[in-house]
């Protein structure tokens, strides 16, 4: 299983070398082990976590966050309407930018799996902005993410 991993990890490392070298991204933590994969990216301002679990069945999950003194920040345990959210799932950043993206428009909205080609396809195509440290997007993300999270509350 292990060897199974290393070679999916391999793989996307590979696929994200062009995204990490026009975005200044360093890959700063690889772990394989049992449970999956969990390959990390960052630059001065930005990470990127690619994270692969069997067990979850989702295939990659991606997620990009604005760094704090380098480091991802605490995922809240509870979101309520005054969490701070400083990451978000690249899915969710592509829903809002579907516009640049039409082509994957119904693989998005249905839920499909992220693989080694699309993950740096949508990266540069919907997240380019945020890599350069342009976090505008967060405040619209954050409306996304809490009115997901607080209507299933009620």
Same mark, same amino acid.
């Given at each position: 299983m292990k060897n199974d991993f290393q070679k999916k990890a391999n793989s996307l490392k590979r696929a994200l070398k062009h995204i990490a070298k026009k975005f200044k %991204?360093?890959?700063t933590n690889e772990k394989i082990d049992?449970?999956?994969?969990?390959?990390? =990216? @960052?630059?001065?301002?930005?990470?990127?976590?690619? %994270?692969?679990?069997?067990?979850?069945?989702?295939?990659?999950?991606?997620?990009?966050?604005? =760094? @704090?003194d380098g480091n991802f920040p605490e995922h809240p345990i509870f979101i309520k309407k005054d969490t701070k959210i400083e990451f978000?799932?690249?899915?969710?950043?592509?829903?809002l930018r579907i516009k640049y993206i039409p082509e994957l428009e119904k693989n998005i909205k249905n839920g499909a799996s992220f693989n080694s080609e699309s993950i740096p396809y949508l990266l540069e195509n919907c997240c380019a902005d945020l890599l350069e440290g342009d976090f505008n997007i967060f405040k619209d993300l954050d409306f996304l993410i809490k009115n997901r999270v607080l209507s299933k509350e009620a």
């Open positions: %991204l360093d890959f049992s449970f999956g994969i969990n390959i990390t =990216l @960052k630059n001065q301002t930005t990470g990127v976590k690619c %994270l692969f679990s069997p067990r979850e069945g989702k295939g990659w999950i991606v997620e990009i966050g604005r =760094l @704090k978000f799932n690249l899915r969710d950043i592509a829903i």
